[in-house]
């Protein structure tokens, strides 16, 4: 890092001035021209088909990468001044691949908080709601995940690891489509939440389905690293363009499910 400041936390203020990634050997931007300011407090939504550069873009924040053009600051820095550790302790990251350990729930959901107390532990489950799920095992919060004990099926894993994400109470929240296993009520019940305890927080969510993300304060619509729409789901609707399109067709196969 070039010169670290001394910052030992973040607010969660995130801006995107005029940012290009390049991935190493490819000739063309995985992400161009990226301008996006975040407040704290507030939810952005980014939607876009796969290989649009959604996962991309959250892996700048916790500097995964490093942009080669343009700017990412955090509360206003330029992210590289920043401590890793400190941006990392100030984010919850729930990836698409959730990874669990081979141990107890309850040491997965407290994984990097040293001296987490059980009450937080069952407080953010029942925000993932995932709560009654772990209470339904023989040994609730002790029981073994993985190889020698219980084996969670997709939606559950990603509770467990939205509530991890949670027990740090991270100024930064990112979702990155970590509700695509979780059925609808459950997914509308975890966003009511999160909603709760994160209304003075920064969220972002990423997410294939409208229903997962547009109760947004601004919804992006990425496709080949660009940003062709922005707004939120009112104005996106009125816009008539690609979300909207994606909205009538998810409306469509809904209705058909429930024929």
């Given amino acids: 890092d070039e010169n670290p400041l001394a910052i030992d936390d973040i607010k969660g203020e995130v801006e995107f001035k005029n940012l290009s990634f390049y991935y190493p050997n490819i000739s063309e931007p995985a992400l161009k021209d990226i301008d996006i300011h975040l407040y704290p407090g507030k939810t952005l939504a980014i939607i876009g088909g796969t290989g649009s550069g959604k996962t991309t873009l959250v892996n700048l924040i916790v500097r995964l990468y490093d942009a080669q053009e343009g700017q990412l600051l955090i509360d206003g820095i330029p992210i590289d001044r920043i401590p890793i550790k400190v941006l990392r302790k100030n984010i919850g990251y729930v990836p698409q691949d959730v990874f669990l350990f081979s141990s107890a729930i309850k040491d997965n959901i407290a994984f990097g908080v040293d001296d987490a107390r059980f009450e937080d532990i069952e407080n953010v489950s029942k925000v993932a709601q995932v709560y009654d799920n772990i209470m339904d095992f023989p040994d609730q919060f002790d029981t073994l995940v993985g190889e020698r004990g219980v084996t969670l099926s997709g939606g559950q894993k990603q509770r467990v690891s939205i509530a991890r994400a949670l027990i740090i109470d991270?100024?930064?929240?990112?979702?990155?489509?970590?509700?695509?296993?979780?059925?609808?009520?459950?997914?509308?019940?975890?966003?009511?939440?999160?909603?709760?305890?994160?209304?003075?927080?920064?969220?972002?969510?990423?997410?294939?389905?409208?229903?997962?993300?547009?109760?947004?304060?601004?919804?992006?619509?990425?496709?080949?690293?660009?940003?062709?729409?922005?707004?939120?789901?009112?104005?996106?609707?009125?816009?008539?363009?690609?979300?909207?399109?994606?909205?009538?067709?998810?409306?469509?196969?809904?209705?058909?499910?429930?024929?």
């Fill in 170 to 259: 991270p100024n930064i929240l990112i979702l990155d489509d970590a509700l695509s296993a979780v059925d609808t009520q459950t997914e509308e019940r975890i966003l009511k939440e999160l909603k709760r305890v994160r209304h003075n927080k920064t969220n972002i969510i990423i997410s294939h389905r409208i229903s997962t993300i547009y109760h947004a304060d601004e919804i992006i619509v990425l496709d080949d690293g660009k940003i062709i729409e922005r707004g939120n789901h009112e104005s996106l609707l009125e816009l008539n363009g690609q979300y909207a399109a994606l909205y009538q067709k998810q409306l469509l196969e809904e209705q058909i499910q429930s024929i």
